[in-house]
């Protein structure tokens, strides 16, 4: 789904009693500076029924009695979660038991989009090898699901598993073809069968369901703190971080969505929790005396850190006690003890209390000076919070293939997309994803084919719905037909400036999770100094095109008047004529982007050293310093777009390039994004993840990366 962020309009309402000759109205939030209150300050109190006469009969006249009613402005959020159904301990039994059904209403909301179920078996006896399984999931469906196997159900095709362990968890991935027909409401079920297995009998011990939630709700501010609290799921008076209503809402204020950001000393694997808040005790829904516990959450992540989101239950909002707590459990992960970094709360209110975004520092003083738009974070905070992506290379950046394949997106070997690839590369830590686009196959004339938009759009709600950042950009183009020349300027320009008024259109009211390139590798291929810093005057036009871009983006409307934008030099390297010769727009949300190689012989030669030495760390250091000093100490913010190294036969060596280049890279305030072509072995082979059945090739690569931002 798209991330947007609507407002509306406050409602004028009008009173009169007899006729109404005017009516004054007047929006709040849009004040000229002045002394005098504004109407919604003084209306409720003031507004009355006048009637006036004079000593001349004359027909008698009512003035317009006007209130002002608040509606907060509505913002929509989106996210993943996991919820788990725990302590089922259900005997299943191949012979006489070999089904269990919970309700959906137990894991989502009515209208969660579910992504996927894991369901976690235990031998009977806890410790006999299950040795194989055998099985099937269902789910119920609506009737008009054209992939339904019967009246409003779906059954998978049977899966068999091998197992050498006592301990055994089934993964159903949800088909996209039924995706959006399953029935979440009351009467909507999941089933998970057992057929067959090395065991008679298996314990289902719990259900976890991964789902993605999308809501609109109102917000008239938003306030993140920084408790810094320690929660040891061991203690049982450590189990748990209760945070003060009062540190983050005023009174009349309704919390509506939580963030709380975890992290630990190493892997989390799966964070098991649930949330809780104070309510009023006449509340019909609380789940003890003054309070209301959700169930429990269960989070799959390879990462150290998760983020846990909290959408509030519309039955509970309005006996909510603002002089109360709100609640963070903690009750299993792989590690002992986790510390709760930040907690963000959106909230609405009245229209009484001010509506602002506050930070954690600065004694809850908004910071100065940070280019922060009034939707969201600066450029230089996304580049931080983005911590580590991943590009999916190969695929729609495919070009020049129609006279060997028909499908753009597979041409180059790797398989479609699915929002499973793009579940994986988040479980394993990015939080981010570069999607690289080749436009040139898919335009007539200066127009793009309107079924390539719409797959590239659902490509990148994948990551979107995930809560990932995107960078999305027009890529091997620069290949194509984008020949940065004095000669070529004019019409290259136009080209390009179509193209992005398209994408800006599609795209306007996603929020800054969603980042456009403007150009990828920018060059002449084949001229003059290609990959050492190019021309003065390719880097003049490169500059241009980007200033192009830029203008044409900003005129767009939505979102995109604020939306980060990312630029580079001449074929985006790192070398000195290159990174000197970029000319940043004066524009406060620019991002630079270097494509990083390096150390060359080790990383992008196929016959260069396979070795990753002391004076490499020393090149890389090097390198990014030259980046810091040029840029980011002038408030510009960096990142590297494409990293990574060949496959040599030489893992060890890669885990220790991928754990220093990130870990020196982030010292610097700089983000990485790994390139990942999906090629295992051979020539150009920077492939990562295995994209036909979801597993890492160099698992310790991805890891050691992970490892380079502690």
């Known amino acids: 789904m798209k991330n947007k962020k609507k407002s509306r309009r406050l409602i004028i309402a009008a009173v009169v009693s007899a006729l109404i000759l005017t009516t004054g109205v007047s929006f709040t939030g849009c004040k000229e500076k002045s002394d005098e209150p504004s109407v919604s300050e003084t209306s409720a109190s003031e507004s009355e029924t006048v009637e006036e006469t004079t000593e001349a009969p004359t027909e008698p006249t009512t003035e317009a009695t006007t209130t002002t009613e608040h509606v907060s402005p509505i913002e929509n959020v989106?996210?993943?979660?996991?919820?788990?159904?725990?302590?089922?301990?259900?005997?299943?039994?191949?012979?006489?038991?070999?089904?269990?059904?919970?309700?959906?209403n137990e894991f989502v909301r009515e209208g969660d989009k579910i992504d996927s179920f894991i369901f976690v078996f235990y031998a009977e006896d806890g410790s006999s090898n299950i040795s194989s399984y055998k099985g099937a999931c269902g789910i119920s469906v609506d009737n008009s699901c054209p992939a339904a196997t019967d009246d409003g159900w779906y059954q998978s095709d049977d899966f068999e598993m091998d197992v050498n362990s006592a301990y055994l968890e089934v993964k159903w991935d949800v088909p996209s073809e039924i995706r959006d027909y399953i029935n979440t409401g009351d009467k909507g079920s999941i089933e998970v069968g057992y057929w067959w297995g090395g065991l008679q009998k298996l314990r289902l011990s719990s259900i976890i369901c991964n789902y993605t939630t999308s809501a609109d709700i109102p917000v008239d501010g938003t306030k993140t703190i920084e408790p810094n609290k320690t929660l040891n799921y061991g203690r049982e008076a450590e189990k748990t971080a209760r945070i003060p209503l009062s540190d983050m809402i005023s009174d009349g204020d309704i919390p509506q969505y939580f963030e709380f950001n975890v992290e630990a000393d190493g892997e989390l694997q799966k964070y098991a929790g649930a949330f809780g808040i104070s309510v009023d005790d006449s509340c019909p829904d609380k789940t003890d005396k003054s309070w209301y516990q959700s169930g429990n959450i269960a989070v799959m992540t390879n990462s150290n850190n998760a983020t846990l989101y909290w959408l509030v239950p519309d039955e509970i909002k309005e006996y909510i006690s603002s002089g109360g707590d709100v609640m963070l459990g903690y009750w299993w992960s792989q590690q002992d003890t986790v510390n709760l970094k930040s907690v963000t709360v959106k909230y609405s209110n009245n229209g009484s209390s001010p509506a602002v975004q506050t930070n954690a520092d600065t004694n809850?003083?908004?910071?100065?000076?940070?280019?922060?738009s009034s939707a969201g974070k600066s450029s230089a905070e996304i580049v931080k919070d983005m911590?580590?992506?991943?590009?999916?290379?190969?695929?729609?950046?495919c070009y020049d293939y129609s006279d060997y394949a028909?499908?753009?997106?597979?041409?180059?070997?790797?398989?479609?997309?699915?929002?499973?690839?793009?579940?994986?590369?988040?479980?394993?830590?990015?939080?981010?994803?570069?999607?690289?686009?080749?436009?040139?196959?898919?335009?007539?004339?200066?127009?793009?084919?309107?079924?390539?938009?719409?797959?590239?759009?659902?490509?990148?709600?994948?990551?979107?719905?995930?809560?990932?950042?995107?960078?999305?950009?027009?890529?091997?183009?620069?290949y194509t037909w984008l020949n940065p020349s004095k000669a070529d300027e004019s019409?290259?320009?136009?080209?390009?400036?179509?193209?992005?008024?398209?994408?800006?259109?599609?795209?306007?009211?996603?929020?800054?999770?969603?980042?456009?390139?403007?150009?990828?590798?920018?060059?002449?291929?084949?001229?003059?100094?290609?990959?050492?810093?190019?021309?003065?005057e390719e880097r003049e036009v490169i500059n241009n095109l980007f200033a192009a871009f830029v203008e044409t983006v900003r005129k767009s409307g939505g979102n995109n008047a604020t939306r980060s934008l990312i630029i580079t030099g001449h074929a985006a390297a790192?070398?000195?004529?290159?990174?000197?010769?970029?000319?940043v727009p004066d524009d406060d949300h620019i991002i630079v982007s270097i494509h990083a190689y390096a150390p060359y012989s080790f990383a992008l030669d196929q016959n260069g050293t396979s070795t990753f030495s002391d004076s490499d760390k020393s090149e890389l250091d090097k390198n990014?310093?030259?980046?810091?000093?040029?840029?980011?100490?002038?408030?510009?913010?960096?990142?590297?777009?494409?990293?990574?190294?060949?496959?040599?036969?030489?893992?060890?060596?890669?885990?220790?390039?991928?754990?220093?280049?990130?870990s020196a890279a982030k010292a610097r305030g700089i983000t990485c994004f790994i390139w990942d072509n999906g090629v295992k072995d051979g020539e150009g082979a920077f492939g990562l993840l295995n994209r036909k059945d979801g597993s890492w090739y160099f698992k310790d690569i991805v890891d050691a990366a992970m490892n380079g931002l502690e």
């Open 406 to 478: 028909t499908d753009g997106e597979t041409a180059w070997g790797n398989p479609k997309t699915t929002k499973s690839m793009i579940d994986t590369v988040k479980a394993a830590g990015f939080n981010a994803v570069r999607i690289p686009v080749s436009w040139n196959d898919h335009m007539n004339g200066d127009t793009i084919d309107s079924a390539w938009m719409d797959r590239v759009n659902e490509v990148v709600d994948y990551a979107i719905d995930n809560g990932m950042y995107v960078i999305l950009n027009v890529h091997h183009d620069d």
């Open 491 to 536: 019409k290259v320009k136009a080209r390009l400036t179509k193209i992005w008024e398209q994408i800006a259109s599609r795209f306007k009211d996603y929020d800054e999770h969603l980042l456009f390139e403007g150009m990828n590798e920018p060059r002449i291929v084949g001229g003059q100094d290609e990959w050492t810093g190019g021309t003065e």
């Open 387 to 397: 911590k580590i992506g991943w590009n999916l290379g190969n695929t729609l950046d």
């Open 574 to 583: 790192i070398d000195e004529k290159a990174v000197k010769g970029i000319k």
């Open 78 to 104: 989106n996210f993943s979660m996991g919820s788990e159904k725990s302590d089922i301990n259900e005997i299943m039994d191949y012979d006489s038991n070999k089904t269990y059904k919970a309700k959906l």
């Open 624 to 662: 990014f310093d030259f980046l810091k000093s040029t840029f980011i100490d002038k408030g510009v913010p960096v990142i590297i777009g494409e990293f990574g190294s060949l496959n040599k036969d030489n893992m060890s060596d890669r885990v220790k390039h991928m754990e220093y280049y990130v």
């Open 364 to 372: 809850d003083k908004p910071k100065e000076n940070n280019n922060s």
